[in-house]
């Protein structure tokens, strides 16, 4: 490209950006009744916004309420009408730690955008290497596969961390709660307690305890409060305390001992984990000494007796 031709797009690119700079900086920020309604959905809405945490630019508020704008348009394509499909969606994004009501919805945006980005960057690939011959059109298909299945790739990824982290703190804020209701705390209480207390050092058992708290503050059932726990968490040790909590609270026996001993079960697994992985390390280091250090030392040990070899057959 020549000056003249780049010249307008620098000049439009440069108008469009200092026109969408203007606004952004002019944007009203939210209101106090949407400031209220985010701190009753989000339980450590008020901390965060104490502790300056959620204090985001102007720019970033004006795209995300574009965004959440169009996400409905967006997201019309890929909804599903069965309630099955519907209902392991909203499962897989509450198990990555998207709770709210529309996370559904924008993951579906999101993946008509990723699905649009590689389409364009395919698109413009295979025109620019290879015209508008079949090579083309297959860097479109593959980039634009990528870019649909790649917020799936990314969930199932942020998924599979969450769980472990919540699996790995949940002993410790057990073990909190079993000190909360042995001196006489109830069992919404300990909640609550533990919620405040750990939300530094365990922030995923946390917020999903604050949120099953602030279910059982609004009126709901304390079973299907803990039910949904286990299903919001997807770790089976969490399904297993709330089974214990529910058995426990339908036979009115001892909660503090059924909370002891399943911590005590879980310190155990977690145990064996470690050892399991430990053992595990002698079997795993055999890959990277063959092909890695074996062959270094075989050429050490190896070589100059070669090639003394090589000589003595020369000479002979």
Not at 6 to 32: E, Y
Not at 161 to 168: G, H, P, W
Not at 209 to 225: D, H, S, T, Y
Not at 257 to 271: E, F, G, N, P
Request: with cysteine; hydrophobic share 45%.
């Amino acid at each position: 490209m020549n000056h003249e031709t780049l010249l307008p797009i620098i000049t439009f690119m440069g108008v469009a950006t200092g026109i969408w700079g203007v606004w952004a900086a002019f944007a009203g920020k939210s209101s106090r009744a949407t400031e209220r309604l985010d701190e009753w959905r989000d339980p450590f809405a008020l901390q965060k916004r104490i502790s300056g945490i959620t204090a985001t630019p102007n720019s970033v508020n004006f795209l995300a309420a574009i965004f959440n704008k169009a996400a409905p348009l967006l997201s019309k394509p890929l909804e599903s009408k069965s309630e099955l499909e519907q209902s392991d969606l909203k499962t897989r994004l509450a198990n990555a730690g998207y709770t709210r009501h529309y996370a559904s919805q924008n993951f579906l945006a999101i993946k008509i955008i990723t699905l649009g980005v590689g389409l364009l960057l395919g698109g413009s690939y295979g025109l620019y290497s290879a015209g508008f011959a079949k090579n083309s059109w297959m860097s479109l298909v593959i980039a634009g596969g990528i870019g649909f299945f790649l917020p799936e790739l990314i969930l199932t990824l942020q998924k599979w961390s969450r769980q472990e982290k919540i699996f790995l703190q949940l002993p410790d804020a057990l073990d909190l709660l079993v000190v909360c209701v042995e001196a006489g705390l109830g069992l919404d209480s300990g909640l609550r307690k533990v919620s405040e207390e750990l939300a530094t050092g365990a922030p995923e058992v946390c917020s999903e305890l604050a949120i099953a708290n602030k279910q059982l503050q609004m009126g709901k059932a304390r079973r299907e409060v803990l039910h949904d726990l286990g299903v919001r968490t997807g770790v089976d040790d969490v399904r297993a305390l709330a089974a214990i909590l529910i058995q426990a609270d339908r036979f009115g026996s001892s909660i503090a001992q059924a909370l002891r001993v399943q911590s005590d079960t879980m310190r155990v697994k977690r145990r064996q984990m470690a050892e399991e992985k430990a053992a595990k390390t002698a079997v795993k280091m055999i890959f990277p000494l063959v092909l890695f250090i074996f062959p270094g030392i075989f050429v050490i040990l190896v070589g100059p007796a070669a090639i003394q070899l090589k000589e003595n057959m020369l000479n002979n």
